[in-house]
């Protein structure tokens, strides 16, 4: 594990101000407002992508004229509207993996309120098995977001890598795990997989790849042609 030491409080309430600053700036708009009361109102706890990083996430797709996007983890659709909402045209389609039934609906539903029902196809289930499932019908993508169980990154990104068109790019959330991945002290399997996934994420010839601190952390990579 890479040593690293806090240098103190004061780093952190400045990282803390900043992002206000910048969720100030460029403020949720009215539909992603709406998303986020539909995933509190049907009970669950708000993880969705924050604001900056959803704007990048369309910013992503855009840039790379992503045609076939897939997401692992939906939770209520906030991050699939910010992915769609980056196609160019539409022909543009999203396939996003979704443990839980309940939660594949929710997002249907905002998606269709935002006018991309007919842009995504939800797999609902195991990830691992709609993964396998995907590596059997020889599909391929230029975009892949993951934002699921942590436990999983490492072997999301090894089927990603198979999945992915030459040029495709990779985006991960989370990682740093609300610093416990940063603190030695941790060692549960999540905050394991996390530390092997950002070290094999930095160091795979085939990916040229970076990180952004800020929100919790967002890893960028792009499989090299």
Partial sequence: ML???????DELEQQEREELYIAQLYKEDEQLKMVRAGIVAAGLRDIS???????LLTMLVQ????QRVLEIGALGGYSG??????????SGQLVSLELHQTNADLASRHMSLTGFDQQVTYMVGDARDSLQQL???????DFFFIDADKEGYPFYLDVALKLARPGAIIVADNIFLRGRVLDESKQGPAVQA???????IASDPRLLSTSLPGYDGLTIAIVKK
């Fill in 3 to 9: 040593n690293i030491k806090c240098s103190g409080v």
């Fill in 49 to 55: 992508v924050p604001i900056g990083y959803g704007r």
């Fill in 63 to 66: 840039l790379n004229n992503a």
């Fill in 81 to 90: 509207i910010c992915l769609a909402r980056g196609f160019t045209s539409t």
């Fill in 135 to 141: 590596l059997l019908e020889d599909e391929q993508f």
């Fill in 194 to 200: 996390m530390r092997q996934f950002n070290e094999r």
